[in-house]
Structures are given as C-alpha cells and as structure tokens.
C-alpha cells in the first residue's frame, strides 16, 4: 500500500526470480495500492498450500511495513476502524482539499461510533483561521499549503475535539491555485498522535479526483502505521 508497482517489484525483485516454478505473482494495481496474488497448481494439495504460505512469510518480511492486510481484512479504513476499536483509542480529521473524505469512509463503517469522534472540514482558509486555530501569520509565512499549517491543523483538531490520533490534510488539487501558490498536485498530511505530529509532503499529479483518493488512501496508510506503535 502506497507504492507503485514498478516500485513494489524492485524491492521483491530478488524473492519473486527465487519462487518455485509452480508459483506464479500477478501484480494487480489500483489507485493507491496493489494487490500481490499468489497461485499455485500442481498434484498434491498440501505441497502447494505449504509453498504459498511459505513464500507469503517471506514477502511480508520484504515488504511486511506496506502490507495492510489480505484478501478477507477487507479495506484500510477498516483495518484503521478495527485498530481503533481494539486499543479503545480515537481519532478526528481536519481536512482541506479532500473535503470531508477521510470521515466519510470511516463513517461509513458500521460502529464507527465507538472511535471516530468528528470532524472539521477547514476548506476555506478563513476557516482553518477560526475554527481550527491556525494562525494567521503561520498561513502568511510558510503559505495554507505548507507542512507548517497541516501540522497545526492536526495539533488543534486533536486538542478540539480531545482524540488520541488525528489526521490533517491541505493541499492544491487544482484546478485553480486559490490561496497557495503552491503548484497543482502538491499535498501535506499530517497525524497527530499522543507522542509525536508526522508530516509528510507527496507531489500526486494533475487530476484533481486521483489526487484527493491518493491522499485518502495515504492518509489512511499513514494513520495505520502510527497507530501500530500503540
């Protein structure tokens, strides 16, 4: 999850050259994530069962940090959710240019009552002003698409609304610059958890629906990493 495919394949390169010749690897892309599909074929049942769990362990020790689940764990928002649920810890968004996506996933998932306490989406920079607390001068400085103003967005929204994590996104997803002069493609995620506030910058093309699914997906990755140190 979060890496390309031609990435993916550089990095198990040397594992998938090594498979038996009765395993095959299909490389199944979509936006923000590729499925890895192990199959085998031969006479006995137990030998290739045996074989597709063995060379499973081995790529999750290869790529085991980008690996969100299999086949019946179902999507990333719901790994987030069942995280959540089982470590009794919350979570709140703010979000800018993806408008409300991140809650809407996660509220779309029976229960969600139980983790996800709610949701600010600061998409006017006035908003992310007033409401979300971001200071003025910070926006003038470093630009309402900035590390600097997701940073602030996650901090305030955790403190707002008294969660254990939260997630923050701003970004330009075009087609218009509006209040950054920031080019198009151009987003900062940010996670607030109780140690620590990770952000990170990605540049997600020109097409304004992919970038804001890319940053939801990633939002969602981010999420899921910080939440497995607790």
């Known amino acids: 999850y979060g890496l390309g495919e031609s990435a993916i394949a550089a990095i198990i390169e040397d594992w998938e050259e090594n498979l038996p010749s009765f395993v095959k690897l299909a490389y199944l892309p979509n936006l923000g994530k590729v499925r890895l599909r192990l199959t085998a074929k031969g006479p006995d049942k137990n030998l290739i069962e045996e074989a597709v769990k063995s060379e499973a362990a081995k790529l999750y020790s290869i790529i085991g940090d980008i690996i969100y689940g299999e086949e019946e764990d179902g999507s990333?928002?719901?790994?987030?959710?069942?995280?959540?649920?089982?470590?009794?810890?919350?979570?709140?968004?703010?979000?800018?240019?993806?408008?409300?996506?991140?809650?809407?996933?996660?509220?779309?998932?029976?229960g969600a009552s139980a983790y996800f306490l709610g949701s600010?989406?600061?998409?006017?920079?006035?908003?992310?002003?007033?409401?979300l607390r971001v200071p003025e001068e910070l926006i003038k400085k470093n630009s309402v698409v900035s590390a600097e103003v997701a940073k602030a967005m996650a901090i305030n929204i955790?403190?707002?609304?008294?969660?254990?994590?939260?997630?923050?996104?701003?970004?330009?997803?075009?087609?218009?610059?509006?209040?950054?002069?920031?080019?198009?493609?151009?987003?900062?995620?940010?996670?607030?958890?109780?140690?620590?506030?990770?952000?990170?910058?990605?540049?997600?093309?020109?097409?304004r629906t992919r970038i804001v699914q890319k940053a939801v997906h990633k939002a969602f990755q981010m999420l899921q990493k910080e939440i497995l140190k607790f």
């Open 76 to 110: 990333i928002e719901s790994g987030v959710a069942k995280l959540l649920t089982a470590k009794k810890m919350t979570l709140a968004t703010a979000e800018s240019f993806t408008g409300g996506k991140i809650a809407e996933q996660l509220t779309a998932i029976p």
């Open 120 to 131: 600010v989406v600061g998409y006017a920079t006035q908003v992310k002003i007033d409401v």
């Open 158 to 207: 955790r403190e707002l609304l008294q969660s254990d994590f939260s997630v923050a996104t701003t970004g330009n997803a075009g087609p218009l610059k509006g209040d950054s002069d920031a080019p198009i493609g151009t987003v900062y995620i940010a996670i607030a958890t109780p140690n620590d506030v990770i952000v990170e910058k990605y540049t997600m093309g020109n097409h």
